[in-house]
């Protein structure tokens, strides 16, 4: 399982720590129901003015109940809206399209944004003693939960009607209950609640002064049709091209920005590999992304550089749950930008360092994956190859013996890179076209003059 997929908003249906944990893609599509809920909470909106069901089921039982039924106008209105995203914003744009005064607290707009845009921002406590009508439009979270305790329900305006077509659980149903018998409030109208569906015998059922929806805030067929087609497109673009959009567990990266770090996804896998062979128990990686780097999303990149490292060793990592896997790991990740390239359009440098040891490796894309350079000295190779990585002493006759070595074997060298290290050693990248097993290498590396070898 690689995605789950949400037609519509809200996702507290859905453990996202668990399949966060999991490697798992938790998506949504909150943009293609935005007309729709909106349009549900202002129908309520008229309905709690004006009684409509209550006019409608006395008409239904042959009567004609026009005593007790007597509403108010909304224009001059004053409409509280808790929440100023997609729905929040439309419905508090339509409602001054009707001529209701409006404004708006929002828990995730930061105080600067006030006095901004067509629509005032006032405190929590503010908006609910100013409110005729408060809507509530905003997700739940383990902060929003109960938003609307007793005590704020409390400080609403006597009188006062509260509309919820976001999420249940938003409001203390049984306060709210309390309330409305009390007369503090006169009025509500929920679409959503906070156990769904709402058993038969719940108490809100049956209140005359509740108006009651079973969740239909999203419930068009254009609403429909449009989150399908939303979540459907996300998936197949996630899939096919690793574009991330409405993903509600992973940073967002258009198409644009996906085929821009695509060539250097498989460098990264094989980068993360390699990473992995060296150094088998990291306890902190940092990467650096030198040359020009305006344009590349780095985050996908390291979290994958990560993903390959852990995922070498133990367990399903993926991208979506590289950075907590490594957190849990006690591994530190640390991303640069910037810095000397050595000539190259871009270039990587990944330190790998472990409790014994630390290595480091410099690659970029240069007629395809290349390694540069190898703990500081000049070498190159293709890490997507099957490649032996050789400490020698530096003497005449290393290669030849090791060639031969490898050609008695019946294994074919494609590329052998030399690289001096200066101490009287010196190190090769030997590319073959089919791995070594077990025997083989362990002939090598009883081969006088070699002081280590390691198969990539």
Same mark, same amino acid.
């Given at each position: 399982?690689?995605?789950?997929?949400?037609?519509?908003?809200?996702?507290?249906?859905?453990?996202?720590?668990?399949?966060?944990?999991?490697?798992?893609? *938790?998506?949504?599509?909150?943009?293609? %129901?935005?007309?729709?809920?909106?349009?549900?909470?202002?129908?309520?909106?008229?309905?709690?003015?004006?009684?409509?069901?209550?006019?409608?089921?006395?008409?239904?039982?042959?009567?004609?109940?026009?005593?007790?039924?007597?509403?108010?106008?909304?224009?001059?209105?004053?409409? $509280?809206?808790?929440?100023?995203?997609?729905?929040?914003?439309?419905?508090?744009?339509?409602?001054?399209?009707? $001529?209701?005064?409006?404004?708006?607290?929002?828990?995730?707009?930061?105080?600067?944004?006030?006095?901004?845009?067509?629509?005032?921002?006032?405190?929590?406590?503010?908006?609910?003693?100013?409110?005729?009508?408060?809507?509530?439009?905003?997700?739940?979270?383990?902060?929003?939960?109960?938003?609307?305790?007793?005590?704020?329900?409390?400080?609403?305006?006597?009188?006062?009607?509260?509309? %919820?077509?976001?999420?249940?659980?938003?409001?203390?149903?049984? !306060?709210?209950?309390?309330?409305?018998?009390?007369?503090?409030?006169?009025?509500?109208?929920?679409?959503?609640?906070?156990?769904?569906?709402?058993?038969?015998?719940?108490?809100?059922?049956?209140?005359?002064?509740?108006?009651?929806?079973?969740?239909?805030?999203?419930?068009?067929?254009?609403?429909?049709?449009?989150?399908?087609?939303?979540?459907?497109?996300?998936?197949?673009?996630?899939?096919?091209?690793?574009?991330?959009?409405?993903?509600?567990?992973?940073?967002?990266?258009?198409?644009?920005?996906?085929?821009?770090?695509?060539?250097?996804?498989?460098?990264?896998?094989?980068?993360?590999?390699?990473?992995?062979?060296?150094?088998?128990?990291?306890?902190?990686?940092?990467?650096?992304?030198?040359?020009?780097?305006?344009?590349?999303?780095?985050?996908?990149?390291?979290?994958?550089?990560?993903?390959?490292?852990?995922?070498?060793?133990? $367990?399903?990592?993926?991208?979506?749950?590289?950075?907590?896997?490594?957190?849990?790991?006690?591994?530190?990740?640390?991303?640069?930008?910037?810095?000397?390239?050595?000539?190259?359009?871009?270039?990587?440098?990944?330190?790998?360092?472990?409790?014994?040891?630390?290595?480091?490796?410099?690659?970029?894309?240069?007629?395809?994956?290349?390694? *540069?350079?190898?703990?500081?000295?000049?070498?190159?190779?293709?890490?997507?190859?099957?490649?032996?990585?050789?400490? %020698?002493?530096?003497?005449?006759?290393?290669?030849?013996?090791?060639?031969?070595?490898?050609?008695?074997?019946?294994?074919?060298?494609?590329?052998?890179?030399?690289?001096?290290?200066?101490?009287?050693?010196?190190?090769?990248?030997?590319?073959?076209?089919?791995?070594?097993?077990?025997?083989?290498?362990?002939?090598?590396? !009883?081969?006088?003059?070699?002081?280590?070898?390691?198969?990539?």
């Amino acid at each position: 399982l690689r995605v789950i997929g949400r037609a519509g908003a809200g996702v507290d249906t859905i453990d996202v720590e668990a399949a966060t944990a999991k490697g798992i893609a *938790v998506m949504n599509a909150p943009d293609g %129901n935005t007309l729709a809920a909106a349009e549900h909470a202002l129908s309520l909106l008229f309905a709690l003015a004006r009684h409509i069901p209550r006019a409608d089921a006395g008409m239904k039982s042959g009567q004609w109940p026009k005593a007790g039924l007597t509403g108010f106008e909304l224009e001059g209105k004053k409409l $509280g809206v808790i929440g100023l995203g997609r729905i929040g914003g439309t419905v508090a744009r339509k409602a001054q399209g009707i $001529g209701m005064e409006v404004a708006a607290y929002d828990p995730f707009l930061p105080p600067s944004a006030a006095g901004k845009g067509s629509v005032p921002l006032k405190t929590l406590d503010d908006l609910l003693a100013w409110a005729d009508i408060v809507t509530l439009h905003i997700p739940r979270t383990k902060e929003t939960t109960h938003l609307l305790n007793e005590a704020r329900l409390r400080s609403m305006k006597h009188g006062a009607y509260l509309i %919820n077509a976001a999420r249940g659980g938003l409001v203390d149903e049984a !306060a709210l209950l309390r309330l409305l018998d009390e007369g503090r409030l006169a009025g509500a109208a929920l679409d959503t609640f906070a156990t769904e569906p709402l058993p038969a015998d719940s108490p809100l059922r049956p209140h005359p002064k509740l108006i009651l929806t079973p969740h239909l805030g999203a419930s068009t067929s254009e609403a429909q049709q449009a989150v399908s087609t939303i979540l459907a497109r996300q998936v197949i673009d996630f899939v096919a091209t690793g574009a991330v959009a409405g993903c509600v567990n992973l940073p967002p990266l258009t198409a644009e920005a996906a085929r821009e770090v695509g060539p250097w996804m498989p460098l990264m896998s094989a980068l993360g590999r390699l990473a992995a062979r060296l150094v088998p128990a990291p306890t902190k990686l940092t990467v650096t992304y030198a040359g020009r780097t305006d344009a590349l999303d780095t985050r996908p990149l390291t979290r994958l550089l990560v993903c390959a490292l852990l995922g070498a060793h133990s $367990g399903r990592v993926t991208p979506v749950n590289a950075l907590q896997e490594a957190s849990a790991r006690g591994l530190v990740v640390a991303e640069t930008i910037g810095g000397d390239s050595d000539g190259f359009d871009r270039l990587l440098r990944i330190r790998v360092e472990g409790a014994d040891r630390a290595r480091e490796i410099e690659a970029t894309l240069h007629r395809g994956p290349r390694v *540069v350079r190898l703990d500081g000295v000049e070498i190159e190779f293709d890490p997507l190859s099957h490649v032996l990585l050789l400490r %020698n002493e530096d003497r005449p006759g290393m290669i030849g013996t090791v060639g031969s070595q490898l050609g008695a074997a019946g294994i074919n060298i494609v590329n052998f890179a030399l690289g001096a290290a200066g101490d009287g050693q010196a190190r090769a990248a030997i590319t073959v076209d089919q791995p070594l097993d077990e025997a083989q290498l362990a002939t090598l590396r !009883a081969t006088p003059g070699v002081l280590s070898l390691q198969q990539v």
